[in-house]
């Protein structure tokens, strides 16, 4: 088992920046990535970055150059810093652990970004 805990969601003007964190605890060592989605209302739950154990990342196009995920395996925690934030970003964000054996999804509980023009 997984556990995340979110934090760092709130309300900012666009063009501001935001800092999402995540804390990981439990199986750390089962995780094989860690990445961060994004919810809005009535739409689909849609990746937003990824990084992997080996440290690659990856980032949907709509917030590359903008957004960056990174990590601080000493505190088991996931960061994704994101600047020029647009109305568009607005959307639940959730931290999300890849495991291997078994293969399986870790979410948390979320936290809410809202950006105002």
């Known amino acids: 088992q997984v556990q995340l805990v979110e934090s760092g969601g709130g309300l900012v003007q666009a063009g501001g920046s935001l800092r999402l964190t995540c804390a990981a605890s439990g199986r750390i060592s089962s995780i094989n990535a860690m990445s961060w989605y994004r919810q809005a209302p009535g739409k689909q739950r849609d990746i937003v970055a990824c990084?992997?154990?080996?440290?690659?990342?990856n980032y949907a196009e709509a917030v590359k150059g903008r957004f960056t995920i990174s990590r601080d395996t000493t505190k088991n925690t996931v960061y994704l810093q994101m600047n020029s934030l647009k109305p568009e970003d607005t959307a639940g964000y959730y931290c999300?652990?890849?495991?291997?054996?078994?293969?399986?999804?870790?979410w948390g509980q979320g936290t809410q970004v809202t950006v105002s023009s």
């Open positions: 990084i992997t154990r080996s440290g690659s990342t």
């Open positions: 999300n652990a890849l495991t291997t054996l078994p293969r399986s999804h870790y």
